[in-house]
């Protein structure tokens, strides 16, 4: 039997979704026992963004 490249993609697509559910919860698991360090490197990647777009918006501007 031929599967269709939709239904490949969608039976991929599902397993996917399961593993990142199993990742997500042995993630909060881990995080009950012990916070993470990773929420600081979060909000600075998230703060060179921010830095980075308004360096592109002046260099945009002049």
Known sequence: TTFQI????RIL???GRKIVQKK???CAKIEKNCPPP???KKKK???ALM???E???VYANH
């Open 45 to 47: 990647t998230a703060d």
């Open 6 to 9: 939709s239904e490949v993609l």
């Open 38 to 40: 990773q929420k600081k």
């Open 51 to 53: 830095k980075a777009k």
């Open 13 to 15: 697509t599902e397993r």
């Open 55 to 57: 360096q592109e918006s």
């Open 24 to 26: 997500k919860k042995v």
